[in-house]
């Protein structure tokens, strides 16, 4: 999924700004708008809440993959709908001229399906990025105008003080991950050496399973070869004087 258009990835100085573990309280100065406050929040939360549940399984999904190459893959596929659904949704967002700390719209529309999409977005590629962090490096780097996305995606997400303090911390983690933001002395991706030790399991199954596959074809070549054998040229049975 690369897109190099002889571009260069992305520096650090096109990082979001302060992407830290404690995010940002919404603006309480709208909080009197009938668009905002705790009904504004609720919408969002909900549907936050059930399109994180669907990315949990997908990933649940993709880890329990015994094909490496199957996997590797689908992950490159959820990048590339990744990249366009955030970048759809940047249009409509910035079309729509919201900016993080404005009312959150209720309403079901295009800006506020838009602002989810965002939000929900953001937070997959982060736990994507920590969960396969070897392949998501890569083809995070290798493309300059997904980074430039992602980058968007959780500087918005993170300003609109919407994230919960685990999402807030999974994009925390992610952004060190991927070198969006300098890493701490102490950081850690909980997931690495899982992901690795996985990977490894996998691949000696594989191999076991090719083992497997090619000493049962030897054993079928055999039989076949022993069937054919013992069958032999007949001697006919008639004598003729």
Known sequence: MSDHDGEKPVAPSDQPADVGSDAKQPNSDKSSDSSSGPDSAKVYQKLFKHKRAEQNEAVKTILNMPDVKKRTKLVEQLVTAIHKV?????L????????PGDPLPTDKSAVRDGISQ?????????????RFPKQISQLYMENRKLQVLVNWAIGFSHATGFYDSTTTELIHLASQEL??????????????NAQSKQEAAMTAAEQLKQSQRLAMAKENERKKLAKKTKKGPRMSGRTEL
């Open 86 to 90: 955030i970048g759809d949704s940047k």
């Open 92 to 99: 409509v967002v910035e079309s729509a001229g919201f900016t």
């Open 118 to 130: 965002v939000l929900e977005n953001a937070a997959f590629f982060a736990e994507l990025a920590l």
């Open 179 to 192: 070198g969006i933001i300098p890493r701490e002395e102490n950081f850690v991706n909980p997931y690495r």
